[in-house]
């Protein structure tokens, strides 16, 4: 005869294994968005289409090849404080869920990073367990990757056009038979305005109403161009390879006049007055290196 109490430790069993499965599960996503940092990740839908044996078109490019034009529009067409919110604009779900006359019509309210979220690790559709998911994993993702690295990913994974045309240089090439780094303002709002259903919005052929909503996007661009401000290509990379490279190049050829951005600090006036220094050479033993105080104040070169 059994007992009672191994009896309720078989069943416990496979409820513990389950529901350790789960939080596997749940977790993988958030050791998986490290790796994101580099490489060329893929959506679910992508997944699916392929396994599917449906047509699947994508060319993954970087946000230096897409034209700022479209950064910008896609920025204020789908999420205008990208740069300013952490992954989740609650005060965008606040106004959304105040516009809604109950639960079921709540609409709006997803952010870029939210869409990277769902478009990566979770499923398309309106679900609350979806929604309940993907908020936390949006958080993660903003606090792991940068803004440009979110913005980049989303435009490569989202779906730009009604024949499987995954990512920006298809929607592009597409739509108006050119590269993505190529897209006028209009041609760059117009694949704005397509995102939220390319199934039946066509950029290729677009009518008036698809016209009318890129004009406003043209508009909101003009007026908040700072909107894509965290997304721009910056001098950062380029100054921190310079610098360390310093040791091989004469400091007469990396002046503050030549490059200003060197010295670009917060405070202008002590920039200006530090980057007036010229080079001056050091009485010291010769070094085998060229150094470059931060401040730009000083250089030093060897004798």
Known sequence: MV?????FANILR?????AIAVLVLLGLPYQIVPFYA???PVSTVMLWRQLRGARMQRTYVPLSRIS?????AVIVAEDGRFCSHHGVDFAEIRDALADADDLEDVRGGSTITQQVAKNLFLWPGRSWLRKALELPLALWIDLVL???RILEIYLNIAEWGPSGEFGVEAGSRYAFGKPARELSPTQAALLAAVLPNPLARNAHSPGPGLRRLAGLYVGRSAQAPDAAACVRAT???LRQAILYKA???PTSRISGARFPWLCRKEKPRRRAAA???????SSARPMSRTRIPANCAVRTTST
């Open 3 to 7: 007992r009672p109490g191994k009896r």
């Open 14 to 18: 496979p409820v513990r294994a389950a």
């Open 38 to 40: 580099v490489g060329q």
């Open 68 to 72: 700022p034009a479209l950064a910008l």
């Open 146 to 148: 940068s803004k440009r």
């Open 235 to 237: 001098p950062l990379a």
């Open 247 to 249: 040791a091989f190049i």
């Open 275 to 281: 980057c007036a220094v010229r080079p001056t050479r």
